[in-house]
């Protein structure tokens, strides 16, 4: 081997030196930033998680509100029927 390879491998040794530790700078970056957004993901799962429960709470609340409407106007009803039939006894009295 004369010295002209031996700079040569020398050369190409030295730039896979720099490459190797320039992926590593890039994989320990990337490995950081992967931390960060499973974390962001984690805490949106959550907002999600709670969203829902939030949701099904309030369709909950808004059946048992619509039951109690039906209710009223059931009641509604049968209070206008009774007043109805009290206006006709006194009409026939």
Known sequence: MDIQQFDALEK????????IGK????NSDLRRRLLEVESIQ???????????EALEKMRG????????????????S???QMLAKLEE???QS
């Open 78 to 80: 049968k209070v206008e």
């Open 89 to 91: 006894l006194q009409l």
């Open 12 to 19: 190409k040794v030295t730039q896979l030196i720099s490459l």
């Open 23 to 26: 992926l590593k700078t890039e």
């Open 61 to 76: 609340n808004q059946d048992e509100a619509n039951s109690f409407k039906e209710r009223e106007e059931k009641i509604k």
């Open 42 to 52: 984690k805490h949106t799962d959550e907002q999600l998680r709670q969203a829902r």
